[in-house]
């Protein structure tokens, strides 16, 4: 089993900065790739970032594109989402997941963005 926590939301106005952190624990050597989903009220969770901790490959959702940066530190099995720039449409429940390469997928609780002046 693997758990997350997710932390570091919060209410930004627009044209500012948050940094969510995501941390694992458990079985966390069966964990091949983490990412950053998110969820706006009547929509549907989608995909803003993911990561290969071993080798830092990332890949972003072109709505956030030079806007966020996925990050990892392996050696305190944390993965960060800086996000700059931030606009209101980035308001949205945002979701750690983690997923091993046996196929299973873990999810943190989430943690809440809004974007407001």
């Known amino acids: 089993q693997v758990q997350l926590v997710e932390s570091g939301g919060g209410l930004v106005q627009p044209g500012g900065s948050l940094r969510l952190s995501c941390a694992a624990s458990g079985s966390i050597f069966s964990i091949s790739a983490m990412g950053w989903y998110r969820q706006a009220p009547g929509k549907e969770r989608e995909l803003v970032a993911t990561i290969i901790p071993v080798i830092g490959k990332t890949n972003y959702a072109d709505s956030v594109k030079g806007r966020f940066t996925i990050s990892r530190d392996n050696a305190k099995n944390t993965v960060y989402l800086q996000m700059d720039s931030l606009k209101p449409e980035d308001t949205a429940v945002y979701y750690c997941?983690?997923?091993?390469?046996?196929?299973?997928?873990?999810w943190g609780q989430g943690t809440q963005v809004t974007v407001s002046s």
């Open positions: 997941r983690g997923s091993s390469t046996s196929g299973l997928v873990y």
